[in-house]
Structures are given as C-alpha cells and as structure tokens.
C-alpha cells in the first residue's frame, strides 16, 4: 500500500507539471494579439511603425495595433509596465533603459530585448530661413526647440554644440514642446526661430514644413559631430540627409543620428516573438514598398552593431536562415 501510495503521488505530481508547461506553452502560442508603442501621429516612427504593424498582422496572425506613446523614453516605459508589448525607439532610449541610467537612473533597469535595427533616426536642426541662422553660431538672441520630456537627448546634444561652438547657453532661449507636431507648427507661425527635429529621412512633416515655409537645415562638421559622440556616447554616429531630400536644401547634411530598433518586454513568449521576426524579415519588400524607411530594416543592418541582446525568439530565428554566425 506504501509503495502504490507512493506511485500515486508521483504520479499525480508529474501530471501537475506536465499540464503546468503545457499551458504556459499553449498560452504562448495563443497571444492573438500586441501593442505596439511609438512616436507620435505624423513622425517617421509612426508612419513606419504603422506599416511594419499592418504587414505583422497581415501575416503573422497576431493582430498589432500601433499605440502614439509620445516618444522613445515614453515608448519604453509603456514597455516596462506593460502597457504596450513591443515598440519603435532610438538606441540611446534603448540602451540607457536597459542599463538603467541616464533618464532611468531613478527608475532602474527595464528588461528590453530587441527583434530588429532600421533606420538611423536624426536629431537634425531646422531653422527659418528668415531668422539668419546658417550656424550654430546664430543662435545667439534666438528661440530653439529642443527640450522634450520624452527625448531628453535633444537639449543634451544642443547643449554641447553650444559649448563647443563657445555659444553662451544663457543668450539661447531653449523651448519646450510635446511632440514634433508642436515644433513644425511654431516654425511655420513664427514662435520659434528654430527646431531640432527628431526624424528619419524622409519625414513626411519635414516634407510639408517645407513646401509651406522657407527652412534652412543646418549642416555639422566632422570635429563638431565628433565632440557630440564622445560627450554622449556609442549609441551616436553621422547621419546623412541627401541633397535635395527636401525643398531648397541642394546640400548635403550631417547631423547627430543614433539607429532605430525594434525592442520588446524580454519575458514575451519566444514562439511569438518568432513569429513576429519570421514575419518582419520575409515580407520585407513589403515594408520596403509602404515607407522609404523601409529598406533599413533589413537582416544585414539587424546583425551590425546591435545596442542590446537579441530576444531568444529573435535569435531562433537568425538561426533557422543561417544568419547568427555571421553577425
């Protein structure tokens, strides 16, 4: 009787467990749908991050529905406290939530794990051609958007071109705005002589601003950008708008860029974020097609450089196509 006993309770433990792994794995699989946080309505991220959404519920069979967060530090959060899955952010935000620091220093480490890197996300300054700022320099006496709650590198950056450029930063009035929306709108009334504009390229609010209001945007020389990334670290390099990209700017411009990247709540399912990765890479064309933003998030620039781990999903996939060791 002892020994039946016994059996009957291993039994009945092992039957426990058993159903215990098979629901979390049913549960995995079963995730019919995700939230995906971004920038706010009309930037780069969130046209982008609209056609990656519906190109991932059009295939993947899991419904992604993009959530306007306000941001990456804002998109980020979401992410921590799981109010959205996954989201589009800049490397900065990215790696200084992971590691906690910087603006998450209080806040502590966010678990993050990446999916994918695309386009390079410029901090580029627009000024009104009327104010007469063609450099840093002119920024003297002027009004510049460049604080944001929710991307606290923008008056990082600016802040160190004026010193290095020897601008006093107390003869600038620094402005503060919520969204990109906020900043084009006071450049075409006036309210600001300047913006610095977090963006892709092309942005399609840039593209308008633009057509309607004579800008000038201001191009960085190499030892100037190369004082930005020593102050503020790895995840900044060059970015480049091409000339003509927009109307009356025939020249080429370099300015501070950090890389885009696709990042998740690391403790998401694997067979989902699997799905989600298979997904993204094999309809690439497709996203190719819906933005010029699109051929960034390829497989070759996922693999250069990434800021942060991959998730296991991710890297099961990497695996699958023969592209993990040659990352």
């Given amino acids: 009787m002892k020994t039946l006993k016994r059996g009957s309770y291993l039994f009945l433990f092992l039957t426990v467990i058993f159903l215990f792994f098979s629901s979390v794995a049913v549960k995995g699989e079963t995730i019919k749908a995700l939230s995906f946080g971004t920038s706010s309505v009309g930037s780069a991220f969130y046209t982008m991050s609209v056609v990656i959404a519906n190109v991932l519920t059009k295939y993947s069979g899991i419904s992604v529905t993009v959530e306007p967060v306000g941001g990456s530090d804002a998109t980020v959060r979401g992410i921590g406290a799981k109010k959205v899955d996954m989201g589009m952010l800049n490397a900065s935000s990215a790696v200084d939530a992971y590691f906690g620091r910087g603006a998450f220093a209080k806040t502590g480490k966010i678990p993050l794990a990446i999916i994918a890197q695309g386009q390079d996300s410029l901090r580029q300054i627009v000024a009104r051609s009327d104010a007469g700022i063609s450099s840093i320099k002119d920024l003297t006496g002027k009004k510049i958007i460049a604080r944001r709650k929710a991307l606290p590198e923008m008056e990082k950056i600016l802040l160190v071109l004026l010193e290095a450029y020897g601008v006093d930063k107390k003869r600038v009035t620094i402005l503060e705005t919520a969204e990109t929306n906020e900043a084009i709108e006071a450049l075409k009334v006036g309210t600001a002589d300047a913006a610095m504009i977090p963006a892709g390229v092309p942005a399609s609010f ?16 190499e030892d100037k950008l190369k004082i930005v990334y020593e102050r503020l670290g790895e995840a900044f390099h060059t970015g480049i708008i091409p000339p003509n990209t927009y109307r009356g700017q025939n020249y080429e411009v370099k300015t501070p860029a950090m890389a885009s990247v696709i990042a998740v709540h690391a403790n998401l399912p694997e067979e989902v974020i699997y799905r989600i990765t298979k997904t993204l890479f094999e309809h690439h064309d497709e996203i190719k097609a819906g933005h010029a933003g699109g051929k960034d998030w390829n497989l070759k620039k996922t693999l250069e450089h990434p800021p942060l781990p991959f998730h296991p999903g991710a890297i099961r996939y990497f695996k699958e196509v023969g592209a993990w060791g040659k990352k």
């Fill in 206 to 221: 840039l593209l308008d601003l633009a057509q309607s209001t004579k800008v000038t945007f201001l191009s960085l020389p």
